[in-house]
């Protein structure tokens, strides 16, 4: 299972990572990243400004600020069956990365 970009767009996300454990295979692994809401105000002034058309801005600007943070990243997949899963984090984003035990 692949996903970018979304994770701050979904409505239950502790659901979806429970659905995520149970199609996975034994063995199969999943990767799951996202922007972070706390990146650093430089970085989130750059992205913005390179982001082409202008008129989307406002979007990038949402998707942020609807972003997760590590921390909260990590909450919520604790209860979860992606609960062994390892999160990771860049100046950028956040992601979440694991395999379903064989």
């Known amino acids: 299972v692949f996903t970018n970009g979304s994770l701050h ?28 809401r706390d990146m650093p ?7 913005r ?6 008129s989307i801005r406002p979007g990038l600007d949402t998707s942020i600020q609807a972003a997760y943070i590590p921390a909260e990243l990590g909450e919520m997949m ?3 069956g992606l609960a062994a899963g390892r999160v990771g984090s860049t100046p950028l984003g956040i992601s979440l990365s694991g ?3 064989a």
Request: avoid cysteine.
């Open 9 to 36: 767009e979904w409505a239950d996300p502790g659901a979806t990572f429970d659905e995520i454990a149970r199609v996975l295979r034994p063995g199969g692994r999943y990767w799951i990243s996202d922007l972070r």
């Open 41 to 47: 105000a430089l970085l989130h002034w750059f992205l």
């Open 49 to 54: 400004a390179s982001t082409r058309p202008r």
């Open 78 to 80: 604790a209860g979860s």
């Open 99 to 101: 395999a379903r035990a």
